[in-house]
């Protein structure tokens, strides 16, 4: 088990992982256990890299160059 997510590779292997456990895992268990860690670990992975509808810091900072002056 990974304790964090350092880059897209891994953060797309933990959305395909919580994918695959999101309708089997039952909480208590190994599994719902894995689930509830990689959902924290993606959710700090995208705060870490402002993933908002696929926009990244960079592509904030290039909107607000072009249109806020």
């Known amino acids: 088990m990974i304790n964090?997510?350092?880059n897209e590779?891994?953060?797309?292997a933990a959305l395909n992982?919580?994918?695959a456990l999101m309708?089997?895992?039952?909480?208590?268990?190994?599994e719902g256990d894995e689930l509830e860690k990689l959902s924290?670990?993606?959710e700090?992975?995208?705060n870490r890299n402002a993933i908002v509808m696929g926009k990244?810091?960079?592509d904030d900072s290039l909107f607000k160059q072009k249109y806020e002056k």
């Open 17 to 19: 992982r919580v994918d």
């Open 44 to 46: 700090d992975y995208e």
């Open 4 to 6: 964090k997510i350092n």
């Open 56 to 58: 990244t810091k960079v």
């Open 23 to 30: 309708f089997k895992a039952v909480p208590g268990t190994p």
């Open 40 to 42: 924290k670990l993606i």
């Open 9 to 12: 590779k891994e953060f797309l």
